[in-house]
């Protein structure tokens, strides 16, 4: 068997320091190997995907990994800016929240996400999120 799966370039906006955490050990678990950029807000996440302030050499991520419930600017926000933006409105974003029944009534609001992920992701989701938003 090889060795991990590059996966690129992943935004995770997330506020929580045990989520990131968990979130990268699951990606490790799964078997792939990615550069993380995390950002602790919403407002840090669209600096980034603008890339504006300390972000302006930021890398175009492969792929987001969005927590519902940032501060400043919420995890509803940062995605619709992002696809009411022409140069971001194709990136691929992975939604992810704390509990099914939440998980259900974001699903079924505008804008859309590509995926809905209950936290932490479990490697089998991460290695499926991989196949599907990045290349080898």
Not at 35 to 59: I, S
Not at 114 to 134: G, H, I, N, S, W
Request: hydrophobic share 35%; with cysteine.
């Amino acid at each position: 068997m090889g060795g991990p799966k590059r996966v690129g370039e992943i935004l995770l906006a997330e506020d929580n320091p045990g989520d990131v955490r968990l979130a990268r050990e699951m990606f490790e678990t799964a078997g792939l190997e990615g550069t993380y950029h995390v950002v602790g807000d919403g407002v840090e996440a669209l600096e980034f995907l603008h890339r504006r302030g300390a972000y302006e050499d930021a890398p175009r991520p492969d792929f987001v990994l969005l927590d519902w419930h940032l501060p400043k600017t919420d995890g509803a926000a940062v995605l619709a800016e992002i696809r009411s933006d022409a140069e971001l409105r194709d990136l691929p974003v992975v939604v992810l929240t704390g509990t099914q029944p939440e998980l259900e009534k974001i699903r079924s609001e505008p804008p859309r996400a590509e995926a809905y992920v209950l936290k932490p992701p479990e490697p089998e989701q991460c290695r499926r999120l991989a196949e599907r938003f990045c290349s080898d």
